[in-house]
């Protein structure tokens, strides 16, 4: 592996913590200014954002938990400017629920800054424990 994959994987990592500590400022600094943020399906938080847009919507999905959402990352492989990122969430909801998730996020990096973000997860899941429907 290359110095560029490994540069993107640290990037993952240190941005995958920010999302943990909720700490909008860093994810800010790591998003490029022509970021694109994706996340499939119908949950309220779904659909395509620009960095202004997913700025803006991460403390209304982080309110959501009073204490923090850990994400833990299980798996990484980098090639070239992507790195596939396989990871897992808990935390307890403000209704007091336990949320465990799984998920895979897809990274695309240019300059030690994140230029693509996808989010894949159990939709089901999120939308019974997150939405209540």
């Known amino acids: ?3 560029v ?14 999302l943990s500590r909720a700490d909008v400022a860093k994810v800010d600094e790591l998003y490029a200014e022509d970021v694109v943020v994706a996340i499939p399906g119908t949950l309220p938080f779904s659909g395509t954002k620009t960095k202004a847009e997913a700025l803006t919507g991460m ?3 982080l309110n959501l938990f ?7 990352i299980t798996s990484l492989t980098a090639e070239g400017d992507r790195v596939a990122i396989e990871a897992t969430s808990e935390g307890k909801t403000f209704r007091g629920d336990l949320y465990q998730q799984s998920y895979h996020f897809l990274l695309r990096a240019r300059d030690g800054k994140v230029v693509e973000w996808k989010e894949y997860m159990d939709t089901d899941l999120a939308r019974r424990v997150l939405v209540g429907e």
């Open 1 to 3: 592996m290359g110095a």
């Open 59 to 61: 403390p209304e999905v």
């Open 5 to 18: 994959e490994e540069q993107n994987k640290e990037l993952a990592g240190v941005f995958m913590d920010a």
């Open 66 to 72: 009073p204490d923090g959402l850990k994400f833990t």
